[in-house]
């Protein structure tokens, strides 16, 4: 077993340039491989980055009734409004363009599927103004709206991401005016889960889970003076 050892250290130390050119080629031939693979299989990859100064919900009753003729009961409008402010950013090595954002709660009512709590699913509305946040020399900062212009004089692009960069900015998610339980499921922090899915122009679809504080509409109005309000004035205007 020494012998075999020791012919074997002595072929390599008589060989360690034929080895070292071995090693060489095949290193040139892997990254050759892996570099045509990700030239063939590029993709775009999202990664989330959310910012607490103005991410949260409002959960407020509208003042309206609802009669359910076969339970024989009225029953109070309600309505929630969703805000989350997130830096999306590409890590990817493909550009994308965002196609749609979505925002999933969880509901109030009992489990179902299972066991599983039901999630309702939301589509980004126009906030109809931008938010603005609070400074404290008491100035307004004026936060962009992610995927839709702000106004008709909105030049950025507000969808598209490329490779290394990132989109900062602002969506906006508002209940259709609901009774019952389809009020979002507060957690005993005062906080409730919620679920952020972006689709892109390609069909790839990204979740990204966090958590979003309740606030008061009175405070909530504070960042938007429409929130809350959205769906009620676009079908004024209609």
């Given at each position: ?127 109809i103004e931008p938010f603005r946040i ?105």
């Open positions: 077993m020494d012998n075999i050892f020791k012919n074997i250290i002595d072929w390599t130390n008589l060989n360690s340039g034929f080895l070292s050119l071995i090693i060489f080629l095949v290193t040139i031939f892997v990254g050759w491989v892996s570099g045509a693979f990700n030239a063939l299989f590029k993709k775009p990859k999202l990664k989330i980055r959310f910012i607490g100064k103005m991410s949260f919900y409002s959960f407020y009753y509208t003042g309206d009734k609802h009669f359910h003729k076969e339970l024989n009961e009225t029953f109070d409008y309600h309505k929630t409004g969703f805000v989350v402010y997130m830096s999306i950013a590409n890590i990817g090595n493909a550009n994308t363009t965002i196609d749609k954002i979505f925002l999933g709660y969880y509901t109030n009512g009992p489990k179902k599927y299972f066991f599983k709590d039901k999630i309702v699913w939301l589509p980004q509305w126009h906030s609070r400074l404290k020399d008491d100035s307004l900062l004026q936060v962009a709206s992610l995927r839709m212009k702000d106004s008709a004089f909105d030049k950025d692009d507000k969808d598209k991401i490329e490779v290394g960069s990132s989109l900062v900015g602002a969506a906006y998610f508002e209940q259709p005016e609901a009774w019952g339980n389809l009020n979002p499921k507060q957690l005993e922090d005062n906080f409730t889960k919620v679920i952020i899915k972006i689709r892109d122009i390609y069909g790839y679809e990204y979740k990204f889970k966090t958590k979003l504080k309740s606030f008061t509409i009175e405070k909530a109005r504070k960042f938007n003076p429409h929130f809350g309000n959205a769906q009620r004035i676009t079908e004024t205007t209609d």
